[in-house]
């Protein structure tokens, strides 16, 4: 990683599709597999969104009246993320992330709301601990990543 990211996971939250510990082998499936596929991801969007609807910090953030297409955006993303279909990047391009938030004031206390709801959203899918564990460590030092202020 060279020394000119400004953050130590910049190349894990960036990766347009991971590999696990098999790489390409994946020979007890994939984490987007092991983890029961589109269906699970689907569940922990909505989930998600249900608490972004009713947030007073992050709700007004959203530019579109309907939540639906972000709804969408946000299941594309992680899908591929975890080594599901690529169709995030074919409609979106590069997911570029920090980039694409900055337009948005994630502070500290957006942070915690957005993963208030991510919790939530997480364990509403009942996953295995060792799973649960790898999907919340990434999202936490997602979160984190996004960061761009430090004011109210
Ligand atoms: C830390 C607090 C965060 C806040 C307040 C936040 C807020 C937002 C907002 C307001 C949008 C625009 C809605 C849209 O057009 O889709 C957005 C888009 C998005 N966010 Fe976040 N976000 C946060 C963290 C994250 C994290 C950690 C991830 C990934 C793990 C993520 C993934 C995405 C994706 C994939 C999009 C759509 C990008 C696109 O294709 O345009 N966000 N976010």
Redesign the pocket.
């Known amino acids: 990683m060279s020394d000119q990211q400004d953050f130590s996971d910049a190349e894990r939250?960036e990766t347009v599709r991971i590999k696990g510990l098999g790489g390409e082998l994946n020979i007890a499936g994939n984490f987007y597999e092991r983890v029961g596929g589109k269906e699970t991801f689907r569940k922990l969007v909505a989930k998600f969104y249900e608490g972004v609807a009713e947030d007073d910090?992050?709700r007004p953030?959203?530019?579109?009246e309907d939540l639906g297409?972000?709804v969408e955006?946000?299941q594309?993303?992680?899908e591929q993320?975890w080594g599901g279909p690529t169709t995030?990047q074919e409609?979106?391009g590069h997911?570029r992330?920090k980039m694409?938030?900055m337009?948005?004031k994630?502070n500290p206390l957006?942070?915690e709301?957005?993963?208030l709801h991510?919790r939530a959203a997480v364990e509403s899918i009942e996953l295995p601990q060792l799973l649960e564990a790898e999907l919340w460590g990434?999202?936490d030092r997602?979160?984190?990543?996004?960061?761009n202020t430090f004011e109210d």
Do not use: K, S
């Open positions: 939250v910090v992050l953030m959203y530019p579109e297409p972000a955006r946000l594309l993303f992680l993320y995030y409609q979106r997911p992330l694409r938030h337009p948005f994630i957006a942070r709301r957005w993963l991510m990434y999202l997602a979160a984190t990543a996004m960061l």
